[in-house]
């Protein structure tokens, strides 16, 4: 077979997953990432001032005021939450829809801007393209191959990603409310797929055509990419 990339990408998730598995203590996450959520992203400490919930930044309330927000939903499971703990960079949170039969793909903005929208939350970066562009997305889930405690949410969806076969898009933007240096959500609004989908760049996916031919070669030979040698990751982590 010649270098293919996507191969190597899948079997380094495949190493870090097994590292995870095999040596929990490397997780920053709870139960390896990959779990049913609170109403809370699993690092945000729970205050509250009467029914509202305090947070210490913006980003913060973003991402609690989308977790309450996806999981008012009928149907829909947060599946997957990129804790604040770890990283704010990328994809926010990962949910099921059990209805329509789609993963969400999930990215929480918090503002103290009444009546932002969409589009100007979702910024263009230097490197990755527009956020929740698919290049973003995909560039995203690169980054979860190779953090162990992601590796199981880019195993899940790369497939899915490529072919984009059953995955919704969603927006959380959560209009927040700042007194002295805390934050409280007052109202979050969901932005899906079709929202926004028409937006410049968002449909971006340069690296597709690559990426689908690498996967149907794997099909095509019916490459199986083994869980490397646990001696061999034993050994790194020793």
Known sequence: MDYNPLYQLIHLALANKTLIERHP???????????????????????????????????????????TA????????????????????????L???????????????????????????????KLRGR??????IWASLVDFAEHGPNANAFLMLYDDVINLHKLQRVVSI??????????????????????FAHLKHMNEFPARASLKEWLDEIRAKNLNVEIPDLDVVRSITD
């Open 174 to 195: 959560s209009e927040v409310r700042k007194r002295a240096q805390e934050y409280t959500v007052s109202n979050t609004r969901l932005f899906y797929d079709d929202d």
């Open 131 to 136: 956020q929740m562009s698919w290049r973003w």
């Open 70 to 93: 996806l999981q008012a939903q009928e149907g829909v499971q947060v599946i997957f939450s990129n804790d604040l703990g770890q990283s704010i960079h990328g994809i926010d949170a």
């Open 25 to 67: 203590d490397f997780s920053y996450s709870i139960e390896n990432v990959i779990n049913l959520l609170p109403v809370e992203s699993t690092f945000i400490p729970i205050r509250k001032d009467g029914d509202k919930i305090i947070y210490d930044s913006k980003e913060e309330a973003g991402v609690g005021g989308m977790y």
């Open 95 to 125: 949910a099921i829809d059990s209805k329509r039969k789609e993963i969400i793909i999930c990215e929480a903005k918090g503002t103290s801007r009444s009546k932002i929208t969409v589009s100007q939350v979702l910024k263009r970066t």
